[in-house]
């Protein structure tokens, strides 16, 4: 048996830097990885170059049933705080779209750096680590394939259940209800949407199209790229708006965001009276999408000039592409799930150092806990902010 002053479970973005902000403080620290490797996520996310953070992180782009747990935590390690830990180990780095930061070349450098910063904290790292078990109520006993560990502070940090072939599972949860501490029901987020019917068979003709769109679930709107799959529909929009959908409500397409497509075709029919529809539409979306649109939507004027469609038709082919409404049969799952969504409640946790109310010595921080972020950096940055606050005091 070996002993530590802090055991973290899990070896990526939260649980390493927990690791880090601990060992900085002179904590003996063992990190116990159940992959053959730690930061796997890390090493696959944004394409391979880690989208680390984003310069508009804060707790509004959070969902949690608590709103306002984040809140601290992310203002206490903030993005300029990551930040400025990339630019010390000279890592170069730029600004995608929207805030959102990835590294130049890879995101290699992202996971080196956290192994550099590891190594100079003096934190154990062990990977290979199956078949946890955790018993006693402090010190803690630590059981794997690895060996058995003890410890005052246990910090688990094992994310949820997306992405299932990286490693995911749900020890984090099960632990929790171990030590009685409520666990929200979990779902996928960050996910495409599979569709059904003649839906499906349009998605599948367009499989490959892209073009910007304003999408709204539950009334949240966002405005990015939205991806026609043989599946279904994806893109940055969708996995934004899959976050809030729920099972059996319709989403809100608008495929001219920003423009006024009625004023739009009207003043066509003004000035270019002898157009098709199909040709002024083609001007701001792909023609593909649109010759698949106006079957659906304007089937009898499809070859009629512009000054034979009366305004009240051009009106509403307008509403049609800027209000289609289409309701998902179910999403691709945690299979290519970015996130869970839910997970530990937060009302059992402090917000200030991520620690269990009811179980002392024992933290849950990272994707484990009932805080998801918005697609574009914002979860890694949780994941540091929440690492962060419970390294502090472990």
């Known amino acids: 048996m070996e002993d530590a002053d802090v055991i973290v479970i899990g070896g990526g973005a939260a649980g390493l830097m927990c690791a880090i902000v601990a060992g900085r403080r002179g904590r003996r620290v063992l990190v116990l990885e159940g992959s053959n490797r730690i930061g796997k996520k890390i090493l696959m996310s944004g394409g391979g170059r880690c989208n680390f953070t984003n310069l508009y992180a804060e707790p509004a782009r959070f969902i949690s049933a608590n709103p306002h747990f984040c809140i601290s935590a992310l203002s206490r390690y903030t993005q300029w705080d ?60 630590v059981s794997c394939s690895r060996g058995r560990y003890t410890c005052d502070s246990l910090v688990i940090a094992t994310g949820g259940l997306s992405i299932p072939k990286m490693g995911a599972s749900d020890f984090g949860y099960r632990l929790a209800r171990q030590y009685g501490l409520r666990v929200l029901d979990t779902s996928p987020g960050l996910v495409p949407f599979t569709l059904s019917g003649p839906l499906h068979e349009l998605c599948e003709r367009l499989s490959g199209v892209s073009c910007r769109a304003t999408v709204s679930a539950s009334g949240m709107p966002f405005t990015e790229d939205m991806l026609f799959t043989h599946r279904g529909l994806s893109g940055p929009v969708m996995l934004q708006a899959s976050s809030y959908w729920r099972p059996g409500e319709d989403i809100m397409i608008d495929v001219l965001p920003g423009i006024d497509a009625a004023d739009l075709l009207i003043h066509a029919k003004r000035d270019r009276p002898k157009s098709l529809l199909r040709a ?14 106006q079957e659906i939507h304007w089937p009898a004027q499809k070859d009629l000039p512009l000054a034979s469609v009366t305004d009240e038709h051009l009106r509403q082919v307008a509403a049609n592409l800027q209000r289609w409404i289409v309701r998902p049969a179910a999403t691709e799952g945690y299979r290519t799930a970015e ?22 010595g024992l933290y849950f921080i990272g994707e484990v806990v009932d805080v998801t972020g918005h697609l574009g950096g ?14 502090q005091v472990v």
């Open 378 to 391: 914002y979860n890694f940055q949780w994941a540091w902010s929440s690492g962060h606050a419970a390294g």
């Open 339 to 360: 996130v869970t969504l839910g997970g530990i409640d937060t009302d059992e946790l402090s917000s200030k150092t991520m620690e269990s109310k009811r179980q002392p």
């Open 82 to 141: 990551f930040i400025a830990l990339v630019e010390r180990h000279g890592i170069a780095y730029h600004e995608k779209t929207l805030g959102q930061l990835f590294c130049d070349t890879s995101s290699k450098e992202i996971l080196a750096m956290l192994s550099s910063e590891c190594e100079t904290a003096g934190v154990k790292i062990l990977t290979h680590c199956s078949d946890v078990s955790v018993s006693s109520d402090g010190p803690y006993s």
């Open 280 to 293: 002024v539409l083609a001007e701001q979306l792909p023609k593909a999408l649109v010759l698949e649109l």
